[in-house]
């Protein structure tokens, strides 16, 4: 069992930065793999980066690569999100979420378990 928060959300200008944590409990949070997706109003939730399980690949939607990077840091059981050059299309409830498969996972349906999500707006 693996339970998830993040944090690190909030109101941003476009072109500014944010860093999202993901804290994880559990012993096994090393052998998952990573991965942040996010939800806009009105829409599917959306794949935005992965990381296998020792965080040695990684992967990113094309609407955010080169501005977003994931890392973790499994000594503090914690993933994070750096989200730079921010665009008011990045608005929306962003999820950390961990998946039994220790490989990169772009899919929502193959994750296990899920945060309670946190809040990114950026403002034009």
């Known amino acids: 069992q693996v339970q998830l928060v993040e944090s690190g959300g909030g109101l941003v200008q476009a072109g500014g930065s944010l860093r999202l944590s993901c804290a994880a409990s559990?012993?096994?949070?090393?052998?998952?793999?990573m991965g942040w997706f996010r939800q806009a109003p009105g829409n599917e939730r959306e794949f935005v980066a992965a990381?296998?399980?020792?965080?040695?690949?990684?992967n990113y939607a094309d609407s955010v690569k080169g501005r977003f990077t994931i890392s973790r840091d499994n000594a503090a059981n914690t993933v994070y999100l750096q989200m730079n050059s921010l665009k008011p299309e990045d608005t929306a409830v962003y999820y950390c979420?961990?998946?039994?498969?220790?490989?990169?996972?772009?899919?929502?349906?193959?994750?296990?378990?899920w945060g309670q999500g946190t809040q990114v707006t950026v403002s034009s």
């Open positions: 559990g012993r096994t949070f090393s052998s998952y793999a």
């Open positions: 979420a961990a998946t039994a498969s220790r490989f990169v996972v772009t899919t929502h349906l193959r994750y296990d378990y």
């Open positions: 990381i296998s399980w020792r965080g040695d690949s990684t």
